[in-house]
């Protein structure tokens, strides 16, 4: 068996587009170099992406974990030299060495977060299964095998969980409907197109934690009479697609997936497919067209997909963060989720943060927490230095924020209140260089190459936006176009078929409104 103490390099792509593996492969020659013997495990990213590549050492299972970040491969020799492994390069709390960060769970940003659906992140080689299981997982699969399927929905139903994926719809109600819907086969489909901007985070738990999405996925499936899942992955995320591979077999073999799950004489079958890189597809119902291997476009709704979804047949769609928040809920009870949070929205939220900010990563807090904390207290400021002017919350499709409105908490009511919205939880940071005339036009420009050309609304209405965003800022009849732009913009919210056409116009107005001078330059 081997020993030695257990140093973690992560295998998320963020790290690794930084230099994880040059820097695991550089730990593994200079332990063999010096006949050290040491463990070597690939872990998720702790989400603090300003210190990646983070490494970290435990000198034995389960004990304290330090810190030393970011790492170069250039940096491996010093850390042996420095005794690294041996805990003497952070000697009673003082660092001996210039990249020693200290026991990883004490670093603020880290600390003071609440983890519920992040809790093994990091923490974990994501595709063990023996690692996942002592680290509380299946817990939540325990309780659902031993409750009937409508005592599974009630508790999703009493956490208050809402879709993650942006429109936030109560997913126990979903749930519920999808269980009283009849049907020779139904369906759960995880919605893992995660396509805005500035997000990340189910990309995180797919990398760092598959086994939790696994493990609710079947829950859901207990929960509603699916006996088949699919999980609806962008072809973006090569490092996802092998690590949720990997699970998935795992996870059959040891008898979580596949027939009679753990003895229980209940089903489940798992596979990932492959988008084809269509922003549209993480719309549910284009997705279920992409899924059944048509073009992706919009259905109208009603039916919805939970009484027509896959082939026709009632199905459950919801995305990465649900879906990974429910084995929680089932595991702790719905009470327990939903003393987190504030008004309707209860539990917690994974917020990314990214662009022009200091300290970009992931943070889960409870409902609540305002945007100035998220920016200040947590981001640590703009990167460059500078005012933060905007920030564009919920991706391409989220309104442009001014200071004015950072203490706004993070609320679905309260940004509803604001005409903003919080979609997926993702936080893109400008500092006052930004052309908000040009943010707007983008937005616009986004619309018209990514819609899917159903509706009218959506497919010539981003067109001609673009056309008088032009005219505006080039100082053409500047208030009719104005005024023309403002009135697109109503009819793409009335009249479009889904959110891409029917939301475009919120960072276009916000714009507008906000910052009305960048508009009037010429």
């Not at 790290?15 to 070597?40: D, F």
């Not at 817990?139 to 009937?148: F, K, P, T, V, Y």
């Not at 008898?255 to 890189?277: C, M, T």
């Not at 001609?464 to 965003?469: C, K």
């Amino acid at each position: 068996m081997k020993r030695g103490p257990i140093i973690y390099v992560p295998r998320d792509s963020g790290a690794l587009s930084v230099g994880a593996e040059s820097v695991a492969q550089a730990i593994a020659a200079e332990a063999l170099l010096r006949g050290i013997e040491i463990q070597l495990v690939r872990n998720g990213s702790r989400g603090m992406y300003w210190l990646e590549p983070l490494v970290e050492v435990a000198l034995t299972p389960g004990g304290r974990r330090d810190g030393f970040g970011p790492v170069r491969r250039d940096d491996v020799a010093s850390l042996f030299e420095a005794g690294f492994h041996t805990g003497a390069a952070t000697a009673a709390g003082a660092s001996s060495h210039p990249l020693a960060l200290g026991p990883v769970d004490q670093i603020p940003y880290l600390a003071s977060q609440q983890r519920l659906t992040f809790a093994r992140v990091g923490i974990v080689d994501p595709v063990s299964v023996a690692d996942y299981e002592a680290h509380g997982g299946w817990r939540g699969l325990q309780a659902a095998l031993s409750l009937d399927p409508m005592a599974i929905v009630e508790h999703v139903v009493t956490s208050g969980l809402r879709g993650r994926g942006g429109a936030a719809f109560p997913t126990g109600i979903k749930w519920r409907t999808v269980a009283g819907a009849s049907g020779p086969q139904k369906y759960i489909v995880a919605n893992a197109d995660e396509g805005d901007s500035g997000t990340f985070s189910d990309r995180m738990v797919m990398e760092g934690d598959p086994f939790m999405l696994i493990e609710g996925m079947i829950i859901a499936g207990l929960a509603v009479g699916a006996t088949q899942g699919y999980i609806y992955l962008r072809s973006e995320y090569p490092h996802a697609h092998a690590v949720l591979n990997q699970a998935i077999a795992a996870a059959t073999v040891k008898g979580y997936l596949g027939g009679n799950i753990l003895g229980s004489g209940r089903d489940f079958h798992l596979e990932v497919r492959l988008g084809a890189g269509a922003y549209i597809c993480g719309e549910e119902t284009a997705l279920l067209e992409s899924l059944e291997g048509k073009r992706g476009m919009v259905r109208p709704k009603p039916p919805l997909p939970a009484i027509e979804g896959l082939f026709g047949r009632p199905t459950v769609v919801n995305n990465v963060i649900t879906l990974a928040s429910v084995p929680f809920i089932l595991g702790e009870g719905g009470a327990a989720y939903r003393d987190y949070g504030e008004g309707r929205s209860r539990g917690t939220l994974p917020l990314q943060l990214a662009g022009n900010i200091k300290h970009g990563g992931l943070v889960e807090r409870a409902f609540g927490i305002t945007l100035r904390e998220l920016l200040y207290d947590y981001g640590g400021g703009s990167r460059s230095g500078r005012p933060i002017r905007a920030v564009q919350v919920g991706g391409p499709l989220g309104a442009y924020l001014p200071a004015a409105q950072f203490d706004t908490p993070i609320d679905y009511e309260a940004f509803l209140g604001i005409d903003a919205m919080l979609g997926h939880g993702g936080i893109v940071v400008f500092d006052d260089t930004v052309d908000m005339a040009r943010m707007a036009r983008y937005a616009m420009e986004f619309c018209a190459i990514e819609s899917c050309g159903k509706c009218t609304p959506c497919r010539i209405g981003s067109t001609r936006g673009v056309e008088v965003v032009d005219k505006i800022v080039a100082g053409k009849e500047r208030a009719a176009n104005t005024a023309l732009l403002r009135d697109l913009c109503d009819t793409m919210v009335g009249g479009s078929l889904c959110a891409l056409g029917g939301m475009t116009p919120y960072p276009v107005l916000s714009a507008l409104n906000h910052f009305p001078e960048d508009f009037a330059k010429s």
